[in-house]
């Protein structure tokens, strides 16, 4: 896509993982809601379904992407033994 970035995240616990404080709040597969403990963050652990909510690992992967360089996401992925999953955003032209 023109004028898209995609970055490579690794998935790993992305939906364990609190995307508002950081702790990691393990939980079934079988349990589809996020509740922190620590910071009271409450979210939809994850969700194929296109909606308007939040979901907390789409915000963990998107705050994966924004932590990384190019180089390092496409070091990453030529060294990946995992899946991966990607966050992409439109490019600011300068």
């Given at each position: 896509?023109?004028?898209?970035?995609?970055?490579?995240?690794?998935?790993?616990?992305t939906?364990?993982n609190?995307?508002?404080?950081?702790n990691?709040?393990p939980?079934?597969?079988?349990?589809?809601?996020h509740?922190?403990?620590?910071?009271?963050?409450?979210?939809?652990?994850?969700?194929?379904?296109p909606?308007?909510?939040?979901?907390?690992?789409?915000?963990n992967?998107?705050?994966?992407?924004?932590?990384?360089s190019?180089?390092?996401?496409?070091?990453?992925l030529?060294?990946?033994?995992?899946g991966?999953e990607?966050?992409?955003?439109?490019v600011r032209s300068?």
């Open positions: 896509n023109a004028g898209l970035l995609t970055v490579p995240v690794s998935p790993k616990n939906s364990q609190c995307s508002n404080c950081g990691k709040v939980k079934k597969l079988h349990v589809r809601w509740d922190c403990p620590h910071c009271g963050c409450s979210l939809d652990r994850d969700s194929a379904k909606t308007l909510r939040e979901h907390n690992a789409a915000i992967i998107r705050n994966r992407a924004a932590g990384q190019v180089l390092k996401a496409q070091r990453l030529r060294d990946a033994r995992i991966w990607a966050y992409t955003e439109p300068v």
